[in-house]
T-cell receptor, first 117, second 112 residues
């Protein structure tokens, strides 16, 4: 079984400030981890993914995340927030299916990021 | 070029009606999915098909029936719609070898 916990359903930061969105996971097998972003009235867009290579993963729009196995965490950061970063962010974990079939994504409950001018 | 497309984008209907949502992907992916996003933005997988074969079927009322005529299409048919079915439904696809899923723009279903 796998699960994801996102701490903080709402995060507000000032423009130019550090963005930190927290994600902790639980998985009985080595996980793949993802961050997706959802802008209002749109679908989900992949920001970045961890698939057992480098533990520090860089994504689009200046975001990055670090996989920490000892802490079972995969927090998302961005050094300087921009107004256009305001959106809903989802952390997701996937593990291999029982019969080696496609991995199933389990999403966290999402974090709404507000960027204040 | 739209990678994963869904129609319609908005669907408003009365309780008890039957409706379908269509999904098409032009990425050549093997696997397609349906997700439901509720009013609190919580995303939950409903179904997954691999090469037209059902591989994931979560606890979903049997009023919901997915149909995959070919590996580029995965449609969702809903019978006897209920108020609680109101949500945004997302289609997604992925290649089997990778795990990244590509999402469609969503269909907002409102049941009155």
């Amino acid at each position: 079984a796998q699960s994801v916990t996102q701490l903080g359903s709402h995060v507000s930061v000032s423009e130019g400030a550090l963005v930190l969105l927290r994600c902790n996971y639980s998985s009985s097998v080595p996980p793949y981890l993802f961050w997706y972003v959802q802008y209002p009235n749109q679908g989900l867009q992949l920001l970045l993914k961890y698939t057992s290579a480098a533990t520090l993963v860089k994504g689009i729009n200046g975001f990055e995340a670090e996989f920490k196995k000892s802490e079972t965490s995969f927090h998302l950061t961005k050094p300087s927030a921009h107004m256009s970063d305001a959106a809903e962010y989802f952390c997701a974990v996937s593990a291999e299916g029982a019969s080696g079939s496609a991995r199933q994504l389990t999403f966290g409950s999402g974090t709404q990021l507000t960027v204040l001018p | 070029d739209t990678a994963v497309s869904q129609t319609p984008k908005y669907l408003v209907t009365q309780m008890g009606n039957d409706k379908s949502i269509k999904c098409e992907q032009n990425l050549g992916h093997d696997t397609m999915y349906w997700y439901k996003q509720d009013s609190k933005k919580f995303l939950k997988i409903m179904f997954s098909y691999n090469n037209k074969e059902l591989i994931i079927n979560e606890t979903v009322p049997n009023r919901f029936s997915p149909k995959s005529p070919d590996k580029a299409h995965l449609n969702l048919h809903i019978n006897s719609l209920e108020l609680g079915d109101s949500a945004v439904y997302f289609c997604a696809s992925s290649p089997l070898a990778l795990n990244e899923q590509f999402f469609g723009p969503g269909t907002r279903l409102t049941v009155l």
